[in-house]
């Protein structure tokens, strides 16, 4: 009686474990069968992605690509543009230009004939004047002549100037020599000893002012023919 319990709950409890892992096969089996479901969804997933991928990407191509083509035509239309408003520029600085340069030519026309009519002018001005100045010399020169009056003395004792054609200017030379503004000082009075003893003491360029003064006079007297009260009492 024992052993047919026993043999009974054996029996059970391996249909038992018999069903436990049935179940268990089962649920392994669902689990997997889920599993694959899942990669192969996943899978298709990942291929529709990647599809979608590719195709965005080739969109993106077509878009850069078309997007190019439209710049290089707009370049190419500004290029055309800028080359038709350069070459309008260029006939209108051209057309300017020659509208200047021949402004220029008849200003430049314009302006040599009046500076020739003014040099022109400026010459017969300069030959009334030299004319005139030749009269006036002439009628000078033969005052002088008549009247004996020394070179020094006339043109109130100065030079009439005149310019490189040596034609004359209202402008007059005075020519005077300013030995006599220097001092005799011991310096000179050593120089005239110094040179006393190599050279004539009556020829030396340093010499007492009495002395300077009569030589001096009678150097200017020889050389322009005047005589003066000085000369008249040293010669007295």
Same mark, same amino acid.
């Given at each position: 009686?024992?052993?047919?319990?026993?043999? /009974?709950?054996?029996?059970?409890?391996?249909?038992?474990?018999?069903?436990?892992?049935?179940?268990? @096969?089962? !649920?392994?089996?669902?689990?997997?069968?889920?599993?694959? %479901?899942? &990669?192969?969804?996943? !899978?298709? !997933?990942?291929?529709?992605?990647?599809? #979608?991928?590719?195709?965005?990407?080739? !969109?993106?191509?077509?878009?850069?690509?078309?997007?190019?083509?439209?710049? /290089?035509?707009?370049?190419?239309?500004? &290029? $055309?543009?800028?080359?038709? =408003?350069?070459?309008? #520029?260029?006939?209108?600085?051209?057309?300017?230009?020659?509208? #200047?340069? $021949?402004?220029? @030519?008849? @200003?430049?026309?314009?302006?040599?004939?009046?500076?020739?009519?003014? $040099?022109?002018?400026?010459?017969?001005?300069?030959? %009334?004047?030299?004319?005139?100045? $030749?009269?006036?010399?002439?009628? @000078?020169?033969?005052?002088?002549?008549?009247?004996?009056?020394?070179?020094?003395?006339?043109?109130?004792?100065?030079?009439?100037?005149?310019?490189?054609? &040596?034609?004359?200017?209202?402008?007059?030379?005075?020519?005077?020599?300013?030995?006599?503004?220097?001092?005799?000082?011991?310096?000179?009075?050593?120089?005239?000893?110094?040179?006393?003893?190599? #050279? &004539?003491?009556?020829?030396?360029?340093?010499?007492?002012?009495?002395?300077?003064?009569?030589?001096?006079?009678?150097?200017?007297?020889?050389?322009?023919?005047?005589?003066?009260?000085?000369?008249?009492?040293? =010669?007295?």
């Amino acid at each position: 009686m024992m052993k047919k319990k026993k043999l /009974e709950y054996d029996e059970k409890k391996l249909d038992k474990k018999y069903k436990l892992d049935k179940k268990y @096969k089962s !649920e392994e089996k669902k689990k997997l069968e889920e599993k694959k %479901e899942l &990669d192969k969804k996943k !899978e298709l !997933e990942e291929k529709k992605k990647s599809e #979608y991928d590719e195709k965005k990407k080739l !969109e993106e191509k077509n878009k850069s690509e078309e997007k190019k083509k439209l710049e /290089e035509k707009k370049k190419l239309e500004y &290029d $055309e543009k800028k080359k038709d =408003k350069d070459y309008k #520029y260029d006939e209108k600085k051209k057309d300017k230009d020659y509208k #200047y340069d $021949e402004k220029k @030519k008849d @200003k430049d026309y314009k302006s040599e004939e009046k500076k020739k009519k003014l $040099e022109l002018e400026e010459e017969k001005k300069k030959k %009334e004047k030299l004319q005139k100045f $030749e009269n006036q010399k002439s009628v @000078k020169e033969s005052q002088l002549f008549i009247s004996k009056i020394p070179f020094f003395k006339s043109e109130n004792g100065g030079i009439l100037a005149t310019d490189e054609k &040596d034609s004359p200017i209202d402008e007059q030379y005075f020519i005077g020599i300013i030995d006599f503004l220097q001092k005799y000082t011991t310096k000179k009075k050593l120089a005239h000893q110094f040179k006393s003893l190599k #050279y &004539d003491k009556n020829k030396i360029s340093t010499v007492n002012p009495q002395k300077y003064a009569v030589r001096f006079i009678k150097f200017i007297t020889q050389i322009t023919g005047t005589k003066t009260e000085s000369t008249n009492k040293s =010669k007295k």
